[in-house]
């Protein structure tokens, strides 16, 4: 067991935990941020990205201890009130049915838009791969990135 101090939008967490706990069950379980969603526990499906220092990584993968100094974003800490593009951009094109990879969509997608505000085609669909959607709504989650893209 040990103790971590975690900074996690924004703020500093202590949380003790075995070395190897993925970072999504310490947000889950021991922080009780249940926005990032267990999908398949081997970083394929999307459903438990975050932003680790801006970059979009499955937190189903990385084990806490690999975390020190590093900012954690969850979709908790996009924006304190919806108002991240992305996340207005979402709502503008009723993306989400079931929503529950939702989240995962999003925190990659602002990933993408952070790094690069003005993504072709291309580079959406790369930025995205991985991210699955049992629903479908690839079209809408593509419209959306471009629409977050003038917001």
Known sequence: MGQFTLNINGTTKQVKVENDTPLLWVLRDHLKLKGTKFGCGIAECGACTVHVDGKAE??????????????????????????????????????????????????????????NPKPNDEEITEAMNGNICRCGTYVRIKKAIKTATNL
Do not use: F, N
């Open 58 to 115: 499955r937190s189903c993968s990385i084990p806490v201890s690999q975390l020190h100094g590093k900012a954690i974003t969850t979709i908790e800490g996009l924006s304190e009130d919806g108002t991240h593009p992305v996340q207005k951009a979402w709502l503008q094109h009723d993306v989400a049915q079931c929503g529950y990879c939702q989240a995962g969509q999003i925190m990659s997608a602002s990933a993408l838009l952070a790094k």
